[in-house]
């Protein structure tokens, strides 16, 4: 499977993960789509640093926690497909898209845990069966996890307990699309430093520092240490890994 010509879906791709994600896949020699939530502006800045390294991509909005956007939002991603590539298809989907929720198991709202569902699990899984009839035979489909579906740190029983959600319906995805050669695949980063959940493993120097602590190779992750990971599952030398969960957090609570 040459990567040219092939395109990528990437959710939540305008900063953080997301973005190190779609332009590690760009550099593979791949077409990007990227959505975003509310950050336009820095999704066009990912759209131009694709562009600028000879692929083609785009931005679309789009709230993943909410389905009933899901038939607008593929309405308009077939419409751009058509026009760039002749055809609505495209070849790799990445569920990347998230928040985060630090909140006691004892003081989590019914609010919050519905919020943590939505975009964590429920969009995930209603958007994946969405995109099923477009994505080639042959396409990967790839999960983002969490360490912490595998380690627990209090204040993260709900979203620990989503990823790990996430991660069973991985194999179940790999065990049913294995008919149309599509393979699906988990991501676990450990913590990284970035401006998720308020930017609390980049700018607490104390969580910084115990995170650090407690990682074999002595240091928090960092974006560049997980795009490329992403972009290696999208390779023809990937092709035969299926229904894995790959943990990238340097040896977190090992």
């Not at 590690?24 to 562009?51: F, H, L, P, R």
């Not at 627990?152 to 959600?165: D, H, I, V």
Request: net charge neutral; charged share 20%.
């Amino acid at each position: 499977m040459s990567t040219k010509n092939k395109v990528a879906l990437v959710t939540g791709g305008s900063r953080g993960l997301g973005r190190n994600m779609a332009i590690n896949i760009a550099k593979k020699g791949m077409g990007v789509v990227v959505t975003y939530n509310s950050n336009k502006e820095e999704a066009g800045k990912v759209v131009a640093a694709i562009q600028s390294l000879g692929q083609k991509a785009a931005a679309f909005q789009l709230d993943t926690s909410n389905i009933k956007q899901f038939d607008g939002f593929f309405n308009e991603l077939t419409t751009y497909l058509n026009k760039e590539t002749g055809g609505p298809n495209f070849d790799f989907l990445i569920n990347n898209a998230g928040t985060a929720l630090y909140a006691p198991f004892a003081e989590t709202t019914e609010e919050q845990f519905d919020a943590v569902m939505n975009i964590h699990f429920k969009g995930v899984f209603f958007l994946t069966q969405k995109a099923l009839p477009f994505i080639n035979d042959g396409g990967r489909i790839i999960n983002i996890s969490s360490g912490l579906a595998r380690f627990s740190f209090p204040g993260s029983s709900a979203y620990g307990s989503m990823k790990s959600a996430i991660e069973t319906l991985t194999r179940y995805l790999a065990k049913e699309l294995g008919s149309r050669r599509i393979a699906a695949n988990v991501v676990a980063p450990g913590a990284i430093a970035t401006d998720f959940g308020g930017g609390r493993t980049r700018d607490n120097k104390e969580v910084n520092q115990q995170i650090a602590s407690v990682t074999a190779l002595g240091r928090v992750g960092e974006p560049e240490d997980i795009g490329g990971i992403v972009a290696f599952l999208c390779t023809e030398e990937a092709g035969w890994i299926n229904g894995q969960r790959i943990e990238a957090s340097g040896g977190m609570m090992l």
